[in-house]
Structure formats: structure tokens, C-alpha cells
């Protein structure tokens, strides 16, 4: 048998494939199928990286670096798993060239970025890390009114502070200052990552020495593309420059003295000094960490003025120092025990201006509206003060025009020009310290009580429902919607009253009525667009808004609100500052006027007449229109802090010209436990109307043109009390009022007959009851629809009935008084009566004195006269009906004398239907001899 043969090169072929992919496997190991104790070492590792990552950088960089530590390993196992398939491994090579090429254009633009940076950053002068141009402020005339910023400043040298303010300030704004060359990497990246996430506390990116670039070179723009480059720029100049250039400890130097540090301030010696009465060397650790708060937010943690922000932010500095092992626990707890209050002190500094309230304000509003801090962007501010209306601010502020009734009353004042809402004047408040204190005329938010009811009741009333001055309003008893009853200020009711009498003499009861009488919605439509906000829940405002009763207002508010009335019906946004100029740029940005017509001209010239009426104590001046408010505290508020019964809360008056408008509010900021310092109702409504007054004859002093009725208006004579209004034809007789209606709106003229006026009329008083009786009078012959017949009766103005019948009788404790009783309809009160009227007065009280005796001598057992005097009623002399003895004594019996002395009779006199007490001494004798008459002075009798 044939053998097969074997295929020797074959068998051999195979064996050596065998191995060379033995041999392959063997070299490329499979990362994955690393050993687990190599595993094990590399997890080590990364968690030791992570938790040194965490210490450092916080938790958010952290788990943004865990996360891409898991990207790449996810991009090594895919690049892995293509390398076995063609397909994937061609994606995966076409992704890596994109991502590639798109890192090396983002490496090329952040290239190109960081060039324009460097091109465009601003010269690095060293003159001005030592001086810096400072704000100024100019009036409306372009004269200037004061400098603001840093060349104020007192500088100190590094070996001047205390090292316990220099540790403070490090481990509060740059713990890592003396480690970097001016840009901390890893602080930046940590803030900027979080800031992005939306962490507001994830802190600033900035170190010290960007700090000090920003103050002298930069500027404090944080937002947009502009803040990006800023913030490169900041770094750029930091780490090439100024690190380049100075020393860490000549860094601080710069830092200390050219920071702003609240109000008007500037560096460290002068903040120490306004802020604590010593120099920054003599700091201790307490002072010093306020102090290095300060940096992050000068006005927000002044501590003479925010006393608990700046606890809590030297607490929090404390803290870090502790943190950064600069202070011990011991340290730490003494320094955070104590009280801030305890450290400031009354002192100021000099730079401080008697125009500081005007200054805050536009400060206030550069900041706010441009975005620019005046104390350290060196601006031109071209502001709209009036010097003279600021000047007679000032000097009823400072009671120079006005006596004030103690130095712990307060007001707000703001001073507009109502035909553009420029601010030209302002009372900030009384005893005002330094600048960037607190701002009563732009800052309170109080109840600003009735002068509400033009804003909410009235003035929407006369706009949507084309109301007149003559609208009617029935001033009774009433509640509001929720069965709460609502009083007037007097507790009295006037009956049918005009909407100009009912605003005028401010009742609460029509506003209501008027208030609940307009659209809802409408309201908040009108007086938001008069810049006031209301207290809106579900769609509604409630009706307190009605009398002045919700969050509340600040007098620039109110003024601004008024001024709308006196032009017209536009309003205007108040403004301060008319335009700034940069003044390293030469930049100019100017104010963009914001107005709005937010109601017609009809409507504000019959609010203004309106308005015109209201009387204040004191009179006053032609062609003010004004409105007065006061609001009351809760009972629990009174009860609890021992208030009178008259305290009121807050007093307002808001009054304005053709031209200029005041809102001024006036009131204590606090409760006074002890009831010193509190406003009584009567008292307050006297002071804050002279104060008022005080203020219109500085401000307003040039300003009385007439309120010029539109063309929108017509004025027409309406028989008084008609009801509907009927116009008074020529040659009518009666009562006419005159007042205004929209065109259009007015009445059609009708003929009116008027009742006859009750005759007869008596009032008498007995007990504690007053009765009331007239003689009837008839209905006219044609009054269908007018309702019921019947008479008014007043006591005084003050409406006490309508009733059908002849009589009225009611309880009272002041019963003398004018009552009146007119006949009129329930519902048509133009045909009523004149009034018939009676004087209920008071009796006066009798006494009875003797005239003359013609004989007081007598003896025992002499009768006892009654025709020897005669007497005076009331100093009158009058001859009674009747004289009698009245009762008996020791000297006689009734009937005759008994015993020898000076002897008192008593007599009961009659006259005129009333009987008189009189007593009379006789001089009583054993013998019978006489004596010549001697008139004696009786005592003076009760009244019987």
C-alpha cells in the first residue's frame, strides 16, 4: 500500500502562524485587560488627584475634572474598539481631525484674542497708580458742584499697617497672593466655572494685583464680551506688568490707598479714621477685619450705617483668617464677640458736601442706570440740581426757615420739574452724616394714606368713567366688600357730597365708593403708569388701596406721580443726571427720555382744580394744588408700645404748580418704646402743613401761573344738590355750584323748582336728648322718580337724618349747636329747600348778688324783713316775685330773730318762673336801738 506523503512546508506554514499570533497577542495587551493589582494603583491615584482637586478647586471643578477624566477614557476605548473595524476606525479618525482642527482654531483665535488684548490695553503709566482724575459734578447751570474719588485719598506706606489688616485682606481677597506671579489659574478657573453654572457665591476671579489694575487702568465692567476683555486685560497688565514692575508689598500699598471704601472715601487711613476716630496703624483685629470686608462691597458693609451687614461680613473674614491659620480659635472668638456699634465712631470726612443728599441720589442713579461707580470711574456728571430751589431745601432742613419740634423727626423731600421729571432738588433727611446715608426721599416705603385717592379712586374714575367735579358720592355709613366697616377721619358723615368736596376735605367713604366703582384692572393701569406699584394678588389690587393702605411709596415716587396731573396727563421717569462723559474716553452717554401719556388733559386739569381747594393750616399760596395723608398705626402697634390714642404713623402732603411739584413725607423712622418721639394727629397735621408751606415759599416762590383749562373741558353752573346735575338757566335764582366736565359729558339744561324751606323750626334740650320740631311743608306736584319725601336734618354739617315725619330726637353730650332741617327727595336733591336753621345755646349759669339793704341792724324779736334788699340775677338788677325765709338757724326761727349775734338769713327768691338762693348777715341786738344800714355782699348762691 502506497503511503500519502506529507506536506512538510505546509505543516510548518502553520506552526509559524501559530506563534507569530501567539507572539502578537502577546505583545499588544489589552488595556483593559490590564492586571487588577495595576488597576488598583491607577484608581489610587486618580482618586488622590481628585481629592487634592477638591481641596483646592471645590466640588464643581472637581466633578467637571472626573468627568473628563471619564471622557478621555471613554475615547481610548473607542479608539480601541475601531482599531478591529475599518468602518469605526474611519469615523473615529474623521472626528479626531475635526476635533483637532477645531482646538487649533480655538487655540489660534484665543491666540489672536490674546494679541487685541495686549494692542488695546491702556498705557501702563505708573504716575497713575498714585493719582487717579477724580468724578465731577456739575449743577444745572454747568457750574460745578463737587469732586468725588480717589485724588481725596490719604495714602500709607506698607510698613504703616497693621500686619493684622494686612493678613485680613489676604486671606479674604487673595489667599494665595504671595504664590503667584498675578494671576491665580486655579482660582480663576474655580470662579469662572461656577459663575457659569449660576453659583452668585461661586467668588470673584480677580487677585490683588488685577484688583489694583482694575482701579487705576480699567474699569469696573463685568458683563458681555466687554467684561471678557476687560478681565484678559486685567491679567495681562497684572502678570506683565505691574508684578514685573513692583514689589507684593508696594502691590498692597497701591490697593490699600486707591480703593474705594463707602461714602466718600477713599483708602485705608481715611476709612479708619471716619470709620473708627484712629489711624489704620493702631487697628485692632476686630476693626481690621470690617475693615477688609469693606473691599468686596464699601456701602453695603459700612459699619456706621449697616452695622449688622458689616457684623456678619467681619465674622465671615474672621473666619477665613482662621481658616488660613493666621489667627488662632481663641483669636477668632474674642474678635467675633465684639459688637460692631461698639467700635465706630462720630466722625466724618471732610469731603463731605451740603449738596450730599443730591449727590447720593446721583450717585445712586449713575450707578443704577449706567452701570458706573462715581467714586471710581472718573466721570463728568452733568447733573439737573437747581441751586436755588436746593438751597431753600437745605435751609428749611436745617430749620433755618422752619422750627422743627425736636432733632428725632424726620421728612423726605423731593423737588421735580413736572414738565420733564428732572430732580431738582432733594431732602434726603434731617442730621444726615456723610455721604451714601440713607436717602428719605428716595429709599422710605411708606402708606402714603389719602394723598393716594387722586392716584386710585378719583382720577381713574374721571378718566374711564368720565366722572365730572360734580359727581356725586353719598357720605353714609358703609363697609367694605368683606363687611368691614370703613370710618372718615372725623366719624362723622356729610350725607350727598360732590366728588370735589369729597376729595378735597378727604373722606373715606366716597374713595371707597369710587375706588369700587371703576374697572379693576384700569386702576393698576393708571397707576402703574405713574410709576407706582401697587400690591397685586391674582390679577386685583385690594380695596385699602383705596384710602392709601398698601406696601407704600417714597416721596420721588409721589412727586414724580403728581407732576402728571399738573402737565397734562404725561408722565416722566425722575431723573437726576442729564448725561455723563468718560473722561479717559471722552465717551458721552446722555439721558434717554422715558415718558408716557398715561391719561388726558381733561382728566388731570379737573383733578388740579380739584386739588386747589384742599386747605391747609397756615393758608395756602395762589395756584398750589395739593393733597394732604396721614395713616395710623394697627391697634396691637398702639397697644403694645404704649402709644396715645391720636398716633399716627406717617403724614404726607404732595403739591404742585404749572411748573414744579414737592413730595414730602414727615414722620419718625422708628417706635419710640418709651412714646416720646411719636406723631400725634393734630399736632403732626399743623407741623407738616407749616413744614410744607415752609418748603412752597423757597421752591415755589416764582412759580404761580394759572392751571389753563383744555379745550377738553367745559365749566357750567349746576342748581346745587341736583341730582342728576342740572344746569342752572339764566336768571335762576337759587344755589348754583360750578364745575367742570369732560366735553361731551356735561348735562342738557332743564328747569328745576325748589321746595318750600320748613318753618317753625325749634330745638330743645333735656336730659341727654336733643328734640327737634318743624312745620311740614308740601311735595312738589311733579315729582316721579325723585323717591321719597322727606328732610334732611343736620347738626352743624353734619347730616343726622333723613326722615318723613316732623320731628327728630337723639342722644347726645354737646347738644349746643346750629341744626338745620332742609325738605328734599331720597333721590333728587336738586329741588331741595334752603335750610331752616336754629341755635340751640346754652343757658348761663345764675348767681344772685344783693344790690342794696336799706336797713341790716335788728334786735331780738324783730321780725325778719323781706322787703329791706333787693337783688342782682347775673349783675342784673330785678324785682322778684316772691321772697321767703328759707329754713331756720341759731339766731332765728324762721319768723324772728332769737338771738343777739351777726345773724345769716337764707332766702328762696322767685323770678322770671325760676327760684334763687340769696343769703343776707344782719347785725342782731338785745336792746332796741338801731344802727345805720350796712349793706353787706351775700354769699354767692348755688344755682338751683
Avoid at 415752609?694 to 416762590?701: E, P, S
Avoid at 344783693?850 to 329791706?868: E, L, W
Wanted: overall charge positive.
Amino acid at each position: 500500500m502506497e503511503k500519502k506523503r506529507v506536506n512538510k512546508n505546509s505543516s510548518n506554514s502553520r506552526t509559524k502562524k501559530i506563534n507569530k499570533k501567539n507572539i502578537k497577542s502577546r505583545i499588544n495587551v489589552d488595556p483593559a485587560k490590564l492586571p487588577n493589582s495595576a488597576k488598583i494603583v491607577l484608581s489610587i491615584i486618580l482618586v488622590i488627584l481628585l481629592v487634592l482637586c477638591f481641596i483646592n478647586l471645590g466640588f464643581i471643578f472637581t466633578l467637571i475634572t472626573a468627568f473628563m477624566v471619564l471622557v478621555i477614557i471613554g475615547i481610548a476605548k473607542l479608539i480601541d474598539s475601531a482599531q478591529k473595524n475599518s468602518k469605526k476606525r474611519k469615523i473615529v479618525n474623521i472626528l479626531l481631525i475635526l476635533f483637532l482642527a477645531l482646538g487649533i482654531l480655538a487655540l489660534i483665535l484665543f491666540g489672536a484674542f490674546l494679541v487685541y488684548v495686549t494692542i488695546k490695553a491702556p498705557e501702563f503709566n505708573v504716575k497713575e497708580l498714585d493719582k487717579k482724575e477724580s468724578t465731577v459734578l456739575y449743577d444745572k447751570d454747568g457750574k460745578e458742584m463737587i469732586k468725588l474719588g480717589a485724588e481725596m485719598r490719604d495714602k500709607v506706606k506698607y510698613n504703616e499697617l497693621p500686619q493684622v489688616l494686612v493678613d485680613a485682606i489676604i486671606a479674604t481677597e487673595d489667599s494665595r497672593f504671595y504664590q503667584h506671579n498675578g494671576f491665580d489659574a486655579a482660582r480663576f478657573m474655580k470662579a469662572s466655572v461656577g459663575q457659569v453654572l449660576g453659583h452668585s457665591d461661586a467668588g470673584g476671579a480677580s487677585t490683588l494685583s488685577m484688583q489694583v489694575i482694575k482701579n487705576t487702568f480699567t474699569s469696573t465692567e463685568a458683563s458681555g464680551l466687554q467684561g471678557i476683555i476687560r478681565k484678559f486685560t486685567d491679567i495681562y497688565l497684572a502678570v506683565f506688568k505691574l508684578e514685573k514692575t513692583y514689589s507684593k508689598e508696594e502691590i498692597i500699598e497701591f490697593y490699600v490707598n486707591n480703593h474705594f471704601l463707602g461714602g466718600n472715601i477713599y483708602g485705608v487711613q481715611e476709612a479708619s479714621l471716619v470709620y473708627f476716630g484712629k489711624d489704620v496703624a493702631d487697628l485692632n483685629l476686630s476693626e481690621a477685619a470690617i475693615l477688609a470686608g469693606m473691599f468686596k462691597s464699601p456701602n453695603f458693609y459700612r459699619p456706621n450705617v449697616n452695622p449688622k451687614n458689616a457684623t456678619a461680613r467681619r465674622n465671615t473674614v474672621l473666619y477665613l483668617m482662621k481658616k488660613h491659620g493666621y489667627i488662632t480659635e481663641e483669636q477668632y472668638n474674642l474678635a467675633k464677640s465684639v459688637p460692631v456699634e461698639s467700635l465706630t465712631a462720630e466722625t466724618e470726612n471732610a469731603s463731605t458736601s451740603k449738596y450730599q443728599g443730591y449727590i447720593d441720589t446721583v450717585v445712586e442713579e449713575v450707578k443704577d442706570t449706567y452701570g458706573v461707580n462715581a467714586y471710581t470711574t472718573p466721570v463728568l456728571i452733568y447733573t439737573n440740581m437747581d441751586r436755588s430751589k436746593q438751597d431753600a431745601v437745605n435751609d428749611v432742613l436745617d430749620g433755618k426757615t422752619y422750627t422743627w419740634i425736636n432733632d428725632k423727626v424726620q421728612t423726605g423731600v423731593s423737588v421735580l420739574d413736572t414738565a420733564t421729571g428732572k430732580i431738582l432738588a432733594v431732602g434726603a433727611g434731617r442730621n444726615r452724616s456723610g455721604a451714601s446715608t440713607y436717602n428719605y426721599a428716595t429709599k422710605i416705603k411708606r402708606q402714603p394714606g389719602s394723598t393716594a385717592k387722586p392716584l386710585f379712586d378719583y382720577g381713574p374714575g374721571i378718566e374711564y368713567n368720565d366722572w365730572s367735579t360734580y359727581t356725586l358720592f353719598d357720605d353714609a355709613p358703609y363697609s367694605y366688600s368683606n363687611g368691614q366697616s370703613i370710618k372718615n377721619w372725623d366719624g362723622g358723615y356729610f350725607g350727598t357730597i360732590t366728588l370735589r368736596r369729597a376729595l378735597s376735605t378727604s373722606r373715606n367713604i366716597p374713595a371707597l365708593k369710587a375706588f369700587q366703582q371703576v374697572d379693576n384692572a384700569k386702576i393698576i393701569e393708571f397707576v402703574t403708569g405713574l410709576g407706582i406699584t401697587p400690591e397685586i394678588s391674582n390679577g386685583r389690587i385690594h380695596e385699602a388701596h383705596a384710602i392709601g393702605a398698601f406696601t407704600g411709596v417714597s416721596p420721588l415716587q409721589m412727586s414724580a406721580a403728581y407732576a402728571a396731573f399738573s402737565n397734562g396727563g404725561t408722565y416722566h421717569e425722575p431723573y437726576s443726571v442729564s448725561k455723563i462723559v468718560f473722561r479717559d474716553t471722552g465717551k458721552t452717554k446722555e439721558h434717554q427720555d422715558k415718558s408716557k401719556k398715561v391719561m388726558s388733559d381733561a382728566t388731570a386739569y379737573m383733578i388740579s382744580s380739584v386739588l386747589q381747594d384742599v386747605s391747609m393750616t397756615g393758608g395756602k399760596p395762589h395756584n398750589i394744588a395739593a393733597k394732604t395723608g396721614t395713616t395710623n398705626y394697627d391697634e396691637a402697634t398702639m397697644r403694645n408700645n404704649h402709644m396715645p390714642s391720636d398716633a399716627i404713623r406717617d403724614s404726607w402732603v404732595v403739591g404742585y404748580t404749572t411748573k414744579t411739584v414737592i413730595g414730602m413725607w414727615y414722620g419718625y423712622d422708628y417706635i419710640d418704646k418709651n412714646g416720646e418721639y411719636v406723631l400725634r394727629n393734630i399736632p403732626a397735621t399743623i407741623q407738616k402743613d407749616k413744614l410744607f408751606l415752609a418748603l412752597a415759599r423757597g421752591v415755589m416762590k416764582n412759580d404761580n401761573d394759572d392751571f389753563k383749562m383744555p379745550d377738553s373741558v367745559v365749566k357750567l353752573g349746576i342748581i346745587t344738590g341736583s341730582n342728576p346735575p342740572q344746569v342752572a338757566e339764566d336768571g335762576y335764582s337759587g344755589s348754583i355750584t360750578y364745575e367742570y366736565f369732560k366735553k361731551g359729558k356735561e348735562p342738557e339744561k332743564v328747569t328745576a323748582t325748589k321746595l318750600n324751606t320748613p318753618t317753625g323750626l325749634k330745638v330743645s334740650y333735656s336730659g341727654d336728648k336733643v328734640t327737634i320740631t318743624w312745620n311740614g311743608v308740601s311735595k312738589l306736584e311733579k315729582d316721579e322718580g325723585y323717591g321719597d319725601f322727606g328732610y334732611n336734618v343736620y347738626q352743624g354739617n353734619r347730616l343726622l337724618t333723613f326722615t318723613s315725619g316732623t320731628s327728630y330726637t337723639f342722644k347726645t353730650a354737646t347738644p349746643y349747636d346750629t341744626y338745620k332741617v332742609v325738605a328734599t327727595y331720597k333721590s333728587y336733591s336738586g329741588a331741595q329747600s334752603d335750610a331752616a336753621t336754629y341755635q340751640l345755646k346754652e343757658e348761663q349759669k345764675a348767681e344772685v348778688t344783693t344790690f342794696a339793704c336799706s336797713q341790716t341792724a335788728f334786735k331780738v324779736g324783730d321780725t325778719i324783713p323781706t322787703n329791706t334788699c333787693t337783688f342782682k340775677v347775673n349783675s342784673n338788677a330785678v324785682t322778684p316775685t316772691s321772697i321767703k325765709v328759707d329754713g331756720t338757724s341759731d339766731c332765728h326761727d324762721g319768723i324772728k330773730f332769737t338771738t343777739a349775734k351777726t345773724c345769716t338769713v337764707k332766702y328762696l327768691i322767685s323770678y322770671n318762673n325760676k327760684s334763687y338762693n340769696a343769703s343776707v348777715n344782719y347785725n342782731i341786738t338785745a336792746d332796741s336801738s338801731g344802727g345805720d344800714p350796712d349793706p353787706t355782699t351775700p354769699t354767692v348762691p348755688t344755682t338751683p
